[in-house]
């Protein structure tokens, strides 16, 4: 809800049970419906190496059943219940979440419990080896055999060394899922799927003490489990620009840009996001307006940033119209960019990105499974909760000469990774080419 003088405010309580369970409790009697997220601070980045994609193969896994229910189960409950629920891995986290009738929130906790307290019962062979046919599948169907698909792991690819714990995308690679087994998904599950590793949200119909007395009910006997070691901070990028190719199955090229800007967690994150907002957040911005409607070599633009807990991307993606090669559609993306110093960006402009922002604030936080997830991501990748109701503030506090001092020290060659997709020259080649550099 907005107060009185325009901001967000949210009430919400947090407790925590003797397991380190952490809980978030978000009530909201408007509708009869709860959302219950449950957020586990694990996600590729806390892969070992050659185990790429496997934090996300073992989304898949929880989904398979626990001790106490069937395979497929979880999905037929919770939609026979007049439920929603889905679940989803990035590189800081994975989560699990439902949105049910307020008199089922007893079975949406029974279920979350059961596969964070009672899962690796459940777990056999022929479900691990399921699971990876279908996360192959889902990487050829989405990255390998997509147009432009291959082209954001090109990027991360080139843009960090090797080694660091965001160089590789959150599918994986294919000889890395061949090469998981039984003995991984045991160890991974007792590391990062305890409760002490996870944050509880529910949003919605009940009443606090009610609902935390069936949470402690549901989750109060699974024990606390191993105590993570996570990644030493990731070093940096490598310096100097790079600018790779990636021959595609595509008509018409189109250019990635990715610049290391400030992560989730910095107070500078809101100022790279109107950054983006500015470059490409809709017709009037300046990369539209300048390559879109003026210079016409572009079909479309959009720039955004990734919220991720140890780094920072800030990404600008162009497609070029018909005719229009890679090489002439990057040069008019840096020129429009690099415009952005000698002329900085003014009130007006400022003014509109910060109305954007908060639009999509609200957007996302007038549902409560829009707003139980972002509490469970400012809980687990800011260790700030209340950053939900402090984030509308902060973006209306970013002022014109905050922009300007992050765009002279992020905008920069130094600071980028580029990749250009351009059509096959052979239309006969159907393998994914690897990126080179030029």
Request: aromatic share 8%.
């Amino acid at each position: 809800m907005t107060t009185p003088t325009g901001t967000i405010q949210f009430p919400f309580e947090t407790r925590q049970l003797d397991n380190g369970l952490k809980v978030i409790l978000q009530p909201d009697r408007s509708s009869p419906v709860v959302a219950v997220h449950v957020m586990y601070h694990v996600g590729s980045k806390n892969e070992r190496p050659g185990g790429t994609g496997f934090a996300h193969l073992f989304e898949h896994l929880l989904f398979q059943g626990s001790e106490h229910v069937a395979e497929a189960e979880h999905f037929r409950l919770i939609q026979e219940a007049g439920g929603t629920l889905n679940g989803s891995t990035w590189f800081d986290r994975t989560n699990y979440f439902e949105t049910v009738p307020s008199h089922q929130l007893d079975l949406a906790l029974w279920l979350e419990a059961d596969r964070m307290g009672w899962f690796l019962p459940s777990i056999s062979q022929a479900k691990l080896d399921n699971q990876r046919d279908v996360v192959k599948n889902e990487r050829r169907q989405s990255y390998e055999n997509r147009p432009y698909g291959l082209a954001p792991e090109t990027v991360l690819h080139h843009a960090f060394p090797e080694g660091h714990p965001y160089r590789h995308p959150t599918i994986g690679y294919m000889e890395d899922i061949d090469r998981a087994n039984l003995e991984d998904v045991r160890r991974f599950f007792r590391v990062w799927y305890g409760p002490a590793n996870a944050v509880l949200v529910l949003c919605g119909d009940f009443e606090v003490e009610d609902a935390m007395r069936r949470v402690k009910r549901f989750f109060g006997e699974i024990p606390w489990g191993d105590t993570p070691v996570r990644p030493a901070p990731a070093p940096p990028s490598d310096g100097g620009s790079q600018i790779v190719r990636l021959e595609d199955g595509v008509s018409v090229p189109r250019v990635y840009i990715m610049y290391d800007a400030p992560s989730f967690r910095s107070a500078e994150y809101e100022t790279s996001a109107l950054i983006a907002s500015v470059l490409a957040g809709g017709r009037s911005s300046r990369l539209y307006q300048e390559l879109v409607y003026e210079r016409r070599i572009a079909a479309d633009v959009h720039a955004n940033v990734w919220p991720l807990e140890d780094v920072g991307m800030l990404w600008v993606v162009a497609t070029a119209r018909p005719g229009v090669d890679a090489e002439s559609l990057r040069v008019g993306v840096d020129e429009t960019i690099s415009s952005l110093a000698d002329h900085p960006a003014g009130d007006d402009e400022v003014a509109g990105a910060r109305r954007r922002a908060r639009r999509q604030l609200l957007l996302q936080l007038e549902s409560v499974g829009g707003r139980a997830s972002a509490l469970a991501h400012a809980a687990v990748l800011r260790g700030e909760p209340d950053y939900v109701n402090a984030s509308f503030d902060r973006y209306g506090a970013v002022q014109p000469a905050d922009l300007r001092a992050l765009v002279s020290r992020v905008l920069t060659d130094e600071r980028r990774t580029v990749v250009e997709v351009v059509p096959r020259e052979s239309a006969l080649e159907t393998d994914p080419q690897p990126g080179t550099r030029s």
